[in-house]
């Protein structure tokens, strides 16, 4: 499964892991996304989805959690 926020899709991206002796290796940064049910907020139709979404998209009120 990809790790892809369904919201505001974003993906993981490479930087450099930079050791003491500058160094430098590649590595992969991974956002924080979590399966969840939610609508999405402004949303006239209201439907509930099933979809990986981002902690920040859940704490900026872009979407709401389904229980």
Known sequence: MAR???ICDKR???ANL???AKNRT???LYPNVHKMRFTVVG???GKVKH???CTKCVKA?????VL
């Open 61 to 65: 009120g872009k979407v709401k959690k």
């Open 4 to 6: 892809i926020c369904a």
């Open 18 to 20: 930079v050791s003491h």
């Open 51 to 53: 979809a990986c979404v």
């Open 26 to 28: 590649k590595r992969w």
């Open 12 to 14: 993981p991206r490479t």
């Open 43 to 45: 949303d006239a139709s």
